[in-house]
Every structure is written in C-alpha cells, then in structure tokens.
C-alpha cells in the first residue's frame, strides 16, 4: 500500500513555535539519514493522525513530498500528548534502495480456530511476540509477517526462527536466539478441575472388595467389647445366685431328715 505525505519545510524551531504549530493544527517534525542533512518539517495534524490508524503506515515505504520534489521515507518514532489524541512529534528516516533497513513488522496469526489444539483439546493461543525485528532492501519489506497456527497442539509452541519469511527478508535475531511466538495451553480452569477430580478418585487399595472386611472405624470396637464384658458380669452374678439358692435348700432337707 502507497502512502503520500505532503509536508513543508519548518523555518521558525524551539518550544514556542512548535506550541504556535500545534495550536493551529500542525505537526512539527523532522527528516533524516541518507546523503542529505536533517531537515526540520511541519504536517497536517488531521492526515498524519488518520494514517497512524493504520498498521500498515508503521512497516511501508513512504513517499513524503517536500518543497516539490519527493523522497522514500520510514516512519521512525512519533510522540503523542499524554492525555490528548493530538501528535506532538514526528520522525522520519530517509532510505535507500540498495541499503538494507531495519525494521519492526508486525505478526499476523492465522488458522488458530483449525489448529488441533484448539478444535479439539480445548486450548487456548497466548501471543508472546506481536512483532518482529527484520533485516531487508527497502523494496523487500512486507507489510506484516504471517505466523501460521494450523498444527499447534496443547503444550507446543510457534518460534521465530520456524516462521516462514517473505523472500529477502531476515529475522534480527542473536546466535543462539530463537524467542517463543505463541503458545497453546489448557485454561487454567481446566486444569485446576481436573486435579481435583483425580485427588477425589480412592486407591485401588482403599476401596474394600467382597472378600476384604472394611476396616473397624476408631471407637467402633471398644463399646462392643464393653457391653460384651457386662453381659458376661451379669450372667456370672445369676449363677453365683443359683448356688447359694441350691446350698440353702439341700441344709434345710437334712435337718427335716435329723428330726
């Protein structure tokens, strides 16, 4: 995508002037890099906000036209005010075409919805990384990276150095970097149900089969063996009580016999 900027050469600098600018719908900034010294500008407030809606306003190669001529430009740095939506400064770098650049592009994550990790485990895509740092000739510079999710599964992850770059592009990245992209895991919901449900689930060797006894539950076997020894008590005492009855009664037989 092609995007025209129209801008104007900034005379007047410092803190005023650039509060004078703002107030009457202008943008102070600056172009830089190439053969050429800095060059102080100034842009419409309206048509720069509108374009830095756009996502891909960020990672193209612009075409700022200055003072009738036209350059190739990136958009390097802009400042917002803290509260208002209002630009309050604005950089650009000249390029080249035969100097490669470098530059942040952003990902875009596709097929995530087909993947097995979310159609049938139930996972859940977490992007790390939501742009990349790139290395390429101006003419070979995309607009967006596209990181393609269609085998991702519960527990894999997606690294930068598996994406698929255009052709002439390269990832900045160290030796030894290869920095995670996204991930699917389980919701964490998920897992803190299933963990409870197999904590619930008893041991084979807890539950009592047909042929094992259950085992005497605490306090259940001592009043049993209590009430045992008190039966046994009151059954002595009764035969105890029949003897003496039988002894009495054979004394008074042989003192009827004696008479």
Same mark, same amino acid.
């Given at each position: 995508?092609?995007?025209?900027?129209?801008?104007?050469?900034?005379?007047?600098?410092?803190?005023?002037?650039?509060?004078?600018?703002?107030?009457?719908?202008?943008?102070?900034?600056?172009?830089?890099?190439?053969?050429?010294?800095?060059?102080?500008?100034?842009?419409?407030?309206?048509?720069?906000?509108?374009?830095?809606?756009?996502?891909?306003?960020?990672?193209?190669?612009?075409?700022?036209?200055?003072?009738?001529?036209?350059?190739?430009?990136?958009?390097?740095?802009?400042?917002?005010?803290?509260?208002?939506?209002?630009?309050?400064?604005?950089?650009?770098?000249?390029?080249?075409?035969?100097?490669?650049?470098?530059?942040?592009?952003?990902?875009?994550?596709?097929?995530?919805?087909?993947?097995?990790?979310?159609?049938?485990?139930?996972?859940?895509?977490?992007?790390?990384?939501?742009?990349?740092?790139?290395?390429?000739?101006?003419?070979?510079?995309?607009?967006?990276?596209?990181?393609?999710?269609?085998?991702?599964?519960?527990?894999?992850?997606?690294?930068?150095?598996?994406?698929?770059?255009?052709?002439?592009?390269?990832?900045?990245?160290?030796?030894?970097?290869?920095?995670?992209?996204?991930?699917?895991?389980?919701?964490?919901?998920?897992?803190?149900?299933?963990?409870?449900?197999?904590?619930?689930?008893?041991?084979?060797?807890?539950?009592?089969?047909?042929?094992?006894?259950?085992?005497?539950?605490?306090?259940?076997?001592?009043? %049993? #063996? /209590? !009430? +045992? &020894?008190? *039966? $046994? %008590? #009151? /059954? !002595? +005492? &009764?035969? *105890? $009580? %029949?003897?003496? !009855?039988?002894?009495?009664? $054979?004394?008074?037989?042989?003192?009827?016999?004696?008479?």
């Amino acid at each position: 995508m092609k995007f025209d900027i129209n801008a104007s050469q900034r005379k007047a600098q410092g803190t005023g002037a650039s509060r004078r600018l703002r107030r009457a719908g202008r943008v102070p900034g600056i172009v830089y890099g190439g053969d050429q010294g800095a060059v102080n500008i100034e842009l419409d407030h309206k048509d720069l906000l509108r374009n830095l809606h756009n996502e891909k306003f960020h990672a193209s190669i612009l075409t700022l036209k200055l003072e009738g001529g036209a350059e190739q430009v990136l958009l390097r740095a802009f400042n917002m005010h803290p509260v208002k939506s209002q630009v309050q400064h604005v950089d650009f770098q000249r390029v080249s075409k035969d100097k490669k650049i470098h530059m942040k592009v952003p990902l875009h994550f596709v097929n995530a919805a087909n993947s097995p990790g979310v159609k049938e485990q139930a996972g859940v895509i977490t992007h790390v990384l939501n742009e990349l740092d790139i290395s390429c000739f101006p003419d070979d510079l995309p607009e967006f990276i596209e990181v393609d999710l269609a085998q991702i599964a519960v527990g894999n992850s997606v690294h930068a150095r598996e994406l698929v770059l255009p052709k002439g592009v390269e990832a900045i990245l160290h030796k030894d970097e290869n920095p995670v992209v996204a991930t699917c895991t389980l919701p964490a919901l998920i897992t803190e149900e299933e963990e409870v449900a197999a904590e619930a689930v008893p041991a084979a060797g807890e539950v009592p089969t047909t042929e094992q006894a259950a085992p005497e539950k605490p306090g259940e076997g001592a009043p %049993a #063996a /209590a !009430g +045992d &020894k008190a *039966k $046994a %008590a #009151a /059954a !002595g +005492d &009764k035969t *105890k $009580a %029949a003897d003496k !009855g039988a002894d009495k009664g $054979a004394e008074k037989s042989d003192k009827k016999e004696k008479k």
